[in-house]
C-alpha cells in the first residue's frame, strides 16, 4: 500500500521559511516522479511544483518561482519542498503527491497523495 506522508508544516511570520518533507515507505515516490500540491480554505487544490523521477527536471508555479525550491532525494525516498520568503497567501494545506505518468501540474496528473500538511503565515 502506498503511503506518502508529509511534515515540516507549521506557523512562520511572513519572510520566514519552512521545509517541507514528503516520505514514502515503499518505493513509489523514488520510482516516479512527483510534485507539491496545496489547498487554501475555500479554494481548489493548485499546482505548486513537481520534479522527475532523476531529479533533472523541475517545474514551478508561476507564483511561487524563486522563492520555492523543490528536490529529492532518492536514497531516502523523499521530496523535500523548501519554501523561503513565505507570504501570508502562501498560507494552505502542502500535498504530496506522486505519479506513475509524465510530470505534470494538474492534480488529475497524479495517482497517490498525501494527507497533508498545514502551513500557515502571519502577516
Known amino acids: 500500500q502506498v503511503q506518502l506522508v508529509e511534515s515540516g508544516g507549521g506557523l512562520v511570520q511572513a519572510g520566514g521559511s519552512l521545509r517541507l518533507s514528503?516520505?514514502?515507505?515503499?518505493?513509489?515516490?523514488?520510482?516516479?516522479d512527483a510534485g507539491w500540491f496545496r489547498q487554501a480554505p475555500g479554494k481548489e487544490r493548485?499546482?505548486?511544483?513537481?520534479?522527475?523521477r532523476a531529479g533533472g527536471l523541475t517545474l514551478y508555479a508561476d507564483s511561487v518561482k524563486g522563492r520555492f525550491t523543490i528536490s529529492r532525494d532518492s536514497a531516502k525516498s523523499g521530496?523535500?519542498?523548501?519554501?523561503?520568503?513565505l507570504k501570508?497567501?502562501?498560507?494552505?494545506v502542502y500535498y504530496c503527491a506522486a505519479t506513475t505518468l509524465r510530470v505534470?501540474?494538474?492534480?488529475?496528473?497524479?495517482q497517490y497523495w498525501g494527507q497533508g500538511t498545514r502551513v500557515t503565515v502571519s502577516s
Open 88 to 92: 501570508p497567501e502562501d498560507t494552505a
Open 79 to 85: 521530496v523535500y519542498l523548501q519554501m523561503n520568503s
Open 46 to 52: 493548485e499546482f505548486v511544483a513537481a520534479i522527475s
Open 22 to 32: 514528503c516520505v514514502d515507505s515503499g518505493r513509489t515516490l523514488s520510482n516516479n
Open 104 to 110: 505534470g501540474v494538474r492534480p488529475g496528473d497524479f
